[in-house]
C-alpha cells in the first residue's frame, strides 16, 4: 500500500462550521504534512508531524487545529473558517527527512468551500 | 533564503515535441533538488530528484541535471504525450521537513 487517502474529497462549510479533514497512511512513515494549495499555485506547508509529534507550524491561524492521534493518522480541524481559508488540502507523508532526499507522497486532497 | 525560480507557463505543445521546463535556484549550502507533477484533480507526485551537483534524474522520458555552476535544474523531455498535460513544479529541500517550490508550469499537450 502506497497511497496516502484523504477524506472527504470535497467539503462545503459556513463560517460557523466545525469540520474535520481526515488523513490516513500505511506505509509506515514517520513524517507528516498538511499543505493549503489555492488554485493555480504551488503548496504552501501548513503543519509538520514527526514521530507523532507537532514539529513544525509555519504560523498558520488556530482556526486550524492539527491532531495525529497515531502513526497512521493526520487529521485537521477546522472551526471559524473564512472564505479566503478556500482551497485544496494535502496531505502527505515521507519515511524519512526531506534532507536524506526522502520523497513526499501526496493524497489527493480535500477541496475545501467556505460560504 | 533559499528560493526557486521557475519558468512562466502555459506552455501549449503538439505531441511528440521536445519540452523544456527552466528551473533555477538560489540556496545555501547543498540542498536536493526535485521536479514533482500534478495531474488535473490529484495531489502531487515526484517525478525525478537529484541529490548533489551533475546527478541526473530520469523517469518517465524526463530528465534533469543538478548543475550547481549556472545553479539550474531544468526538466526536459524529447517527445511529449497528451498524457504529460500536467502542472510541473520545481522544488528545492529547505531543511529537514520543508521544500520551497517554484511557481509551477501547466503544460498542455496537443494531439
Known amino acids: 500500500d502506497t497511497e496516502v487517502t484523504q477524506t472527504p474529497k470535497h467539503l462545503v462549510m459556513g463560517m460557523t462550521n466545525k469540520k474535520s479533514l481526515k488523513c490516513e497512511q500505511h506505509?509506515?512513515?514517520?513524517?507528516m504534512y498538511w499543505y493549503k494549495q489555492k488554485a493555480k499555485k504551488p503548496p504552501e506547508l501548513m503543519f509538520v508531524?514527526?514521530?507523532?509529534?507537532?514539529?513544525i507550524n509555519e504560523s498558520v491561524p488556530s482556526r486550524f487545529s492539527p491532531e495525529c492521534p497515531n502513526s497512521s493518522l493526520l487529521n485537521l480541524h477546522l472551526h471559524a473558517l473564512q472564505p479566503e481559508d478556500s482551497a485544496l488540502y494535502l496531505c502527505?507523508?515521507?519515511?524519512?527527512?526531506?534532507?536524506?532526499?526522502?520523497?513526499?507522497?501526496f493524497g489527493s486532497g480535500t477541496q475545501l468551500s467556505v460560504l | 533564503g533559499n528560493s526557486v525560480t521557475q519558468m512562466e507557463g502555459p506552455v501549449t505543445l503538439s505531441e511528440e515535441a521536445f519540452l523544456t521546463i527552466n528551473c533555477t535556484y538560489t540556496a545555501t549550502g547543498y540542498p536536493s533538488l526535485f521536479w514533482y507533477v500534478q495531474y488535473p484533480g490529484e495531489g502531487l507526485q515526484l517525478l525525478l530528484k537529484a541529490t548533489k551537483a551533475d546527478d541526473k534524474g530520469s523517469n518517465k522520458g524526463f530528465e534533469a541535471t543538478y548543475r550547481k555552476e549556472t545553479t539550474s535544474f531544468h526538466l526536459e523531455k524529447g517527445s511529449v504525450q497528451v498524457s504529460d498535460s500536467a502542472v510541473y513544479f520545481c522544488?528545492?529541500?529547505?531543511?529537514?521537513?520543508?521544500?520551497?517550490f517554484g511557481a509551477g508550469t501547466t503544460v498542455t499537450v496537443r494531439a
Open positions: 522544488a528545492l529541500s529547505e531543511n529537514d521537513y520543508k521544500l520551497s
Open positions: 508531524y514527526s514521530y507523532e509529534k507537532l514539529s
Open positions: 502527505a507523508s515521507s519515511q524519512g527527512t526531506l534532507a536524506t532526499n526522502e520523497k513526499l507522497f
Open positions: 506505509m509506515g512513515h514517520r513524517a
